[in-house]
């Protein structure tokens, strides 16, 4: 059974009640719950008290300040009224005077025209004794008015080393001329005395300080009146500690050159230094640097520097660090590693595309030339007889430039007065001025006879149309044919006409179909074009018009069937990757008729000659490909452009592709290789492009190819140098 006690009343003196008795159990946790009840209502009474104690404080200070104001606007309106009560009284006497000279003058002036008048003598009045009334105004103003002046710290939150060296300005306010001010006490300074109603002093603390305000108190001074000591404070600011160090560094570059050290330098950045200190940059070995830059720091604390090898020889190749050394803190950063390489040996190599070329063409399109071993991104020219001062650039003008690896590619172009021979070209490293190899090149004179061969293609637009607009001659359907020259005769199947072509480029034919259009049925109108030009064989080109049935409203529009499309990829291909069986160039047909036969040619341009044909069947997407290269151990024979063609059903497409000698181009001069005849056995298959299997014969008749060899014999026309293919 719990025996139940009543608990003392507590009195609360934050708010003046009394709490009312509590019953309570006597247990042992009842009784620490009691104690920490009263220990919390002690810590708000106190805190409470001191509240309070602030609060009157507070008030105290602001009833002061009130009071100070207060008197020193009474004193204001004292010093006023007086002062308008003495210019009042200086102007009345001044005038009294004036109007008393005025009457004595009248008076005399009367008196000279009459006769003196006896008149009884009267009893002087008893004389004013105004020097006593001087005396009581004296007496007035020599009496003192109380100081009531109030202190302020107009210099702010100052540290404690900021005290006693710099310390801080007092203004004192209230005061009147004449007052002196001096420090009493907490701070020392000398003593000022007032010019007006207020003073500034400078004042400084003596001892070290330790706390975070500091009081003061001033003693003010007036004649005639009690001294009085003012007090005020100097809070101070926390000491701001030094910024932490944490200093690092990075490169540009972790590898460079030896001229690349000594020509631009490496360029180092930093951060987390002493802000606005003194940073030693340093670059080499720990115990053997190679250069060291001072710099300043930011006010951020980071650094840019660049450090340049500057001895008298090589900066020898290998590893180095850079790193910074902070003055300030006396602390490394840590090292950055670089390394230096050495300096690419040149010695520069050449090779041109073909060492024949016709004049016409050198002029034209000029030389193609690669070559190795230059001066990493420096600059190349060429030098020869006719052609010393030609750029070895192209097609911009300028010197042809070297890549970072020391490689260039360019043309080189003759000058119109150059004639037709043979001729050494060597390129020179404008770095080093070291010279390459001297390449033998033949000019020879332009074929003015030679005709080109007919390359040319035909699209049909637009790629529908009805049978009724077919036959409808203002409307039909336009046909572009592209490769024409001019003066070529261009003829239709449909209409029968014969055009001639009024110039270079591509030619529009306007076709319809001359007859019912009832008797035309939906699907292909096949047509050709037939292109003849003087001096050489005439071409057909087919192609096919999509008739399509007038729209019922019932399903839309007719959607036409895809077109068929060809793409040759890649576009430019080096001998040495052309004439490797997993790469050469691939031939490719999208959007034929499933299982039709797909036909792919392969002609050298400017020569008329099928160096490669195969037909394959489109699978059930209407797709079909072939894959031709090289298979001549000499890969510089395939050197030159190359025109495909791809007939599928009624659509011939045409492309291009280049193969380029390229910078590890080989092979002979053009001059060498088997003279066997094509279908003559032994290894001419092999030397053809392929598929994967023999791919037979070339045309016969007109011409003869003569596989791995150096020539190809055309009956009929002349060759034209510089465009043959010599190994297909």
């Excluded at 409470?48 to 008030?59: G, Q, R």
């Excluded at 080189?412 to 080093?432: C, H, N, Q, R, W």
Aim: charged share 30%; hydrophobic share 35%; with cysteine.
């Amino acid at each position: 059974m719990k025996k139940i006690i009543l608990a003392p009343a507590v009195a609360l003196a934050f708010t003046g009640l009394v709490a009312s008795p509590v019953v309570a159990a006597e247990s042992t946790s009842a009784q620490s719950a009691s104690t920490q009840t009263a220990k919390q209502k002690k810590v708000d009474a106190e805190k409470a008290a001191a509240d309070k104690k602030k609060e009157e404080a507070k008030k105290a200070a602001a009833e002061k300040a009130e009071a100070e104001k207060k008197a020193a606007a009474e004193k204001a309106a004292a010093e006023k009224k007086a002062k308008e009560k003495a210019e009042a009284a200086k102007k009345a006497a001044a005038d009294k005077k004036k109007a008393d000279e005025k009457k004595a003058a009248e008076d005399k002036k009367d008196d000279a025209k009459k006769p003196p008048k006896k008149v009884d003598p009267k009893p002087a009045p008893a004389p004013k004794d105004e020097d006593k009334d001087a005396k009581d105004d004296d007496k007035s103003e020599d009496k003192a008015n109380p100081i009531n002046a109030s202190v302020q710290v107009t210099s702010g939150e100052v540290t404690a080393e900021e005290l006693a060296e710099e310390g801080v300005t007092v203004k004192v306010t209230g005061l009147e001329k004449g007052d002196k001010v001096s420090a009493k006490s907490g701070l020392t300074g000398p003593a000022v005395t007032a010019q007006g109603s207020t003073a500034t002093m400078k004042l400084h603390s003596a001892n070290e300080v330790k706390q975070k305000r500091v009081n003061f108190a001033l003693q003010l001074e007036r004649p005639g009146t009690q001294s009085v000591t003012e007090t005020s404070v100097v809070p101070l600011a926390d000491e701001s500690e030094a910024p932490e160090v944490d200093p690092t560094v990075s490169l540009s570059t972790d590898e460079i050159s030896q001229s690349g050290i000594e020509d631009d330098g490496i360029k180092v950045t930093g951060e987390g230094f002493t802000p606005n200190g003194t940073v030693n940059v340093v670059g080499g070995a720990e115990q053997s640097p190679f250069a060291t830059q001072e710099v300043t720091a930011n006010a951020d604390g980071e650094i840019t520097a660049t450090l340049k090898y500057e001895g008298e020889k090589k900066l020898p190749a290998g590893d180095y660090a850079v790193w910074g050394v902070d003055q300030g803190s006396n602390t490394n950063s840590p090292a950055q590693d670089f390394t230096v390489t050495e300096d690419p040996v040149i010695d520069p190599t050449v090779k041109v595309a073909s060492k024949t070329i016709s004049l016409e063409d050198f002029k034209k399109d000029g030389l193609k030339f690669s070559g190795t071993g230059f001066s990493p991104d420096g600059t190349v020219s060429v030098k020869a007889d006719a052609v010393s001062q030609q750029s070895a650039a192209a097609p911009q003008d300028g010197p042809a430039q070297a890549d970072e690896d020391g490689n260039v590619e360019g043309v080189v172009k003759a000058p119109e007065d150059f004639e037709a021979g043979t001729y050494s070209l060597t390129f020179i490293d404008d770095v080093t001025s070291a010279a390459s190899n001297s390449v033998e090149v033949t000019v020879t004179e332009d074929d003015e006879d030679a005709v080109d061969p007919i390359d040319a293609s035909l699209k049909v637009d637009p790629k529908e149309i009805t049978a009724e607009d077919l036959a409808n001659k203002d409307k039909g359907v336009t046909v572009t044919v592209s490769g024409v020259k001019k003066g070529d005769k261009i003829k239709d199947s449909l209409t029968g006409e014969t055009e001639t072509a009024d110039a270079d480029g591509d030619y529009k034919l306007h076709l319809w179909y001359e007859g019912n259009p009832d008797n035309l049925e939906v699907g292909k109108v096949p047509f050709t074009v037939t292109i003849d030009r003087e001096g050489t064989e005439s071409e057909t080109l087919k192609g096919n018009i999509n008739v399509v049935g007038e729209d019922d409203g019932d399903d839309g529009e007719t959607e036409a069937p895809a077109e068929a499309s060809f793409t040759v990829s890649p576009k430019k291909i080096e001998a040495a990757d052309f004439a490797n069986e997993k790469k050469g160039v691939t031939l490719a047909v999208e959007n034929c008729e499933p299982g039709a036969d797909v036909h792919f040619e392969v002609n050298p341009k400017g020569i008329n000659v099928t160096a490669y044909e195969n037909t394959v069947k489109a699978d059930d997407e209407g797709n079909a490909s072939v894959n031709v290269f090289g298979t001549s151990s000499d890969a510089s024979a395939y050197v030159g452009a190359y025109t495909a063609t791809a007939t599928c059903g009624d659509d011939t497409m045409k492309d291009s592709f280049t193969v380029t000698e390229g910078a590890n181009g080989g092979g002979d001069n053009g001059n060498g290789g088997d003279n066997g005849n094509a279908g003559n056995g032994g290894d001419d298959g092999s030397q053809l492009p392929r598929t994967g299997a023999d791919l037979g014969g070339l045309t016969t008749g007109a011409l003869l190819l003569l596989v791995g060899g150096a020539a190809i014999a055309l009956t009929g026309r002349k060759n034209k140098f510089g465009q043959t293919p010599t190994s297909f």
